[in-house]
């Protein structure tokens, strides 16, 4: 079984796992993609509400996944200084 520890490669991933990192750098390219979409489109279209609906659902989605990286690291890093102290005590 692989643990929590084994994982950890660098700071910018420290608590993320292999498959974790796929999943969240590729929704981040989606995201960054829309919004590029959603761009583009309102400047060359005439397609405007089309345009501004690709932007916001392209800020959500980097928004989002910026919360949930933010939120599981903590997590993460509160789990770990919990077992930490409770070995400190015994």
Known sequence: ?????????????????????????IALIIGVLLIIAGIVILFVSELLTLGIILSVVGV????????????????????KNDVSSNNAIR
């Open 1 to 25: 079984m692989i643990k929590d520890e084994d994982v950890i490669k660098s700071t910018t991933g420290q608590y993320m796992k292999p498959h974790e990192r796929v999943i969240y750098t």
């Open 60 to 79: 959500f989605e980097v928004a989002g996944v910026g919360v949930l990286l933010w939120t599981d690291g903590e997590k993460k890093k509160k789990e």
